[in-house]
């Protein structure tokens, strides 16, 4: 099994707070504060996953797609970025892989 790990550091620019959705190959893994930021870690088999977040902005909400490959008995990490030019996640999130430590 490997891991799945999708962060988003604390932004530090907004003034009022929203909330963001991540799921993961359509499976909900977290639904909380924007503002706050957050540091996921999901068990994932190796090969192709998808990853949705969705920014909820009443009465919009900002959608993002991210397709990842995980090799066995890794963790890759993806870390996620906001652009307030778009008013989403941008495109290309930052990835690194690491072994995974039993």
């Known amino acids: 099994m490997s891991r799945l790990r999708v962060v988003f550091p604390k932004p530090g620019f907004f003034l ?22 957050f540091e996921l870690v999901v068990p994932v088999e ?8 969705r920014i909820l902005l009443p009465p919009f909400s900002r959608k993002r797609e991210f397709s990842v490959d995980v090799a066995a008995t890794e963790v890759l990490t ?8 778009w008013g989403n996640f941008d495109k290309s999130p930052k990835t690194a892989r690491a072994p995974l430590v039993p």
Not at 18 to 31: A, I, K, L
Not at 78 to 85: D, I, N, T
């Open 16 to 37: 009022t707070d929203t909330t963001v959705q991540v799921d993961v190959d359509g499976r909900n893994v977290f639904q909380g504060s924007f503002k706050a930021g």
């Open 46 to 53: 190796p090969g192709a996953h998808r990853i949705d977040t």
């Open 78 to 85: 993806v870390e996620l970025s906001y652009s307030r030019f």
